[in-house]
Structures are given as structure tokens and as C-alpha cells.
């Protein structure tokens, strides 16, 4: 997540951030539902974990369904999830620079680039 934020990601959701994630007591489920339907695309890291949770499977195929970028990378593991089978992964078991060049290329292929992004502070005002 601090590479995203250094390459100039400011809105990023991840649930389990104790600053932006899913706050103790809420329905998670539908915090997860609420904001896949605001990204703009969604990257899957996959491990032995994920690549067998049903969340993670019904994420990526709402993600999906609904036509959202899925930009799936490998961070431990071998597995790979049979709903991503057609999509090219990276794989970021080894963290060097031709790793995040490929990491970039992929943002920018499916359409991510930092500048266009825009974070909405929900605390600020709209007025």
C-alpha cells in the first residue's frame, strides 16, 4: 500500500486498514459490496488464502460482473484462482524494480493512472 500511495494513489480502500478499512462494527459485507461498486478497478493478491476464499471469489466475480478492471498479483504461493485464468498476472514474490515497471504497466493498461484519480475527503464539506 505505500508504494501505491508513493506513486500518487491517494483513494485506495483496503479492509483491513485501521485508517481507511472496514471499522469495528460494521457490516462488513456490505461495506465490501459498497465499495467495490465505487472502484474503479480491483487488485486481487493472491495467495493459498485467498485464492480458496469464497469472499475473495465472490468479490472478483461482482468486480467483474459489473466490468471492473481485475489486476490480479501474485504474493505467495502458486495457486491461482480459475476465475482469473484469462487475465495476465504479475508476480510480486520478488520485490525489484522490473517487478513494479510491470506493476505500472498493468495500472496503465487497465486505465489507472494516479492523476486522474480523485479521493474524497467524507469528512470536508461538499459546499
Not at 513494479?100 to 489507472?112: C, D, I, K, P, Q
Request: charged share 25%; proline share 5%; aromatic share 12%.
Amino acid at each position: 500500500m505505500r508504494w501505491l500511495r508513493a506513486e500518487g494513489f491517494a483513494a485506495l480502500f483496503v479492509d483491513f486498514d485501521p485508517e481507511g478499512g472496514i471499522p469495528a462494527g460494521r457490516d462488513w459485507e456490505q461495506e465490501l459490496y459498497t465499495q467495490l461498486r465505487k472502484a474503479d478497478a480491483v487488485v486481487f493478491l493472491a495467495s493459498s488464502a485467498s485464492v480458496n476464499s469464497r469472499w475473495c471469489f465472490a468479490e472478483i466475480s461482482l468486480a467483474r460482473s459489473t466490468g471492473k478492471p481485475v489486476v490480479p498479483l501474485r504474493v505467495a504461493g502458486t495457486e491461482r484462482l480459475s476465475l482469473l485464468q484469462d487475465v495476465q498476472w504479475v508476480d510480486l514474490r520478488s520485490f525489484d524494480d522490473e517487478t513494479f515497471e510491470r506493476l505500472r504497466t498493468a495500472f496503465h493498461h487497465v486505465g489507472l493512472d494516479p492523476r486522474d484519480s480523485f479521493a474524497w475527503d467524507s469528512a470536508r464539506s461538499p459546499y
